[in-house]
């Protein structure tokens, strides 16, 4: 094999690897969120879209995550949407397949109250436990994009008008 086939065949293996990302854990106070470019403070409501291109996003909010991945034309669409179990930080869910629950007692960063939950969780038990309303992805997705508005920069906020109160 010559010089330039044996170039071409690592660069192929490296970029074929790139494809195959997996969850990994979020870094409290080090990695953050590529909508809104805030610190991730809290993992339990961390998100990690993998793009198109193997490239692992990471978001401090479900809504940040809605709001970037509406933003995508359909041949940037994600790849692979995960949300942190709020029950178990350490576990990723499927965006797709998660429980959610919005507007219930536990507080999201950017002011949607949106947690996300596992695919087998109760939602009866959790509205019961939490308040607020048991919804899909789908609803998400709309939710935020109701409730998106434009900023004085041109760009989108999926945050709600008192998100940095607190």
Same mark, same amino acid.
């Given at each position: ?15 074929? /690897? ?27 409501? /961390? !998100? ?10 990471? #978001? ?32 990723? !869910?499927?965006?797709?397949?998660? !429980? ?10 950017? /002011?949607?109250?949106?947690? +996300? #939950?596992?695919?087998? +969780? ?31 920069? /041109?760009?989108?906020?999926?945050? +709600?008008?008192? +998100?940095?109160?607190?």
């Amino acid at each position: 094999m010559t010089r330039r086939h044996l170039i071409l065949s690592l660069a192929l293996a490296c970029l074929a /690897g790139c494809g195959d990302a997996e969850p990994h854990a979020l870094v409290r106070g080090e990695d953050s969120c590529a909508y809104c470019r805030m610190t991730i403070d809290d993992v339990r409501f /961390g !998100v990690l879209v993998l793009t198109n291109r193997g490239r692992l996003q990471t #978001f401090d909010s479900i809504e940040c995550a809605a709001g970037w991945v509406a933003a995508q034309d359909a041949t940037h669409a994600p790849t692979a949407i995960w949300v942190t179990n709020f029950a178990d930080p350490s576990q990723w !869910v499927d965006a797709t397949k998660a !429980v959610y629950l919005q507007g219930s007692r536990l507080r999201s960063p950017m /002011g949607r109250d949106l947690v +996300a #939950f596992a695919t087998d +969780a109760d939602p009866d038990a959790l509205q019961l436990a939490h308040g607020g309303t048991a919804i899909t992805w789908p609803r998400v997705q709309e939710i935020v994009a109701a409730a998106t508005g434009p900023i004085p920069d /041109g760009t989108r906020t999926p945050e +709600a008008p008192d +998100a940095h109160a607190h």
